[in-house]
Nanobody, 125 residues
Framework: QVQLVESGGGLVQAGGSLRLSCAAS????????MGWFRQAPGKERLFVAA???????AYANSVKGRFTISRDNAKNTVYLQMNSLEPEDTDVYYC???????????????????WGQGTQVTVSS
């Protein structure tokens, strides 16, 4: 089993930056694809970005060119660098693990598990 803890959220003005971290413990996460998702209260959890064990990445169209996902396998940590933040980016951000070691990066919420508790990102206008 893998336990995930997200951190790094906060309140930032539009145009600002944040870096989210997702620290994994338990079974090593380095051999799995890791993903970031976002969720507003009462709404569906939506894909933001994913990174494979080899470093391949995928992004939602809404964050391409602004967000960068990366991982440090030695630290069992995945990061989400968020630049040029917009009020529409306000949500709780979660990281999850895709336990199926596939060649393609999956973006569906149901393909991920071991969710952390989330970290709130609030962008003011």
């Amino acid at each position: 089993q893998v336990q995930l803890v997200e951190s790094g959220g906060g309140l930032v003005q539009a145009g600002g930056s944040l870096r989210l971290s997702c620290a994994a413990s338990g079974r090593t996460s380095s051999s799995y694809t890791m993903g970031w998702f976002r969720q507003a209260p009462g709404k569906e959890r939506l894909f933001v970005a994913a990174i494979s064990s080899s470093g391949s990445t995928a992004y939602a169209n809404s964050v391409k060119g602004r967000f960068t996902i990366s991982r440090d396998n030695a630290k069992n940590t995945v990061y989400l660098q968020m630049n040029s933040l917009e009020p529409e980016d306000t949500d709780v951000y979660y990281c999850g693990v895709d336990f199926l070691r596939l060649a393609v990066l999956r973006t569906g919420r149901d393909n991920y598990g071991s969710w952390g508790q989330g970290t709130q990102v609030t962008v003011s206008s």
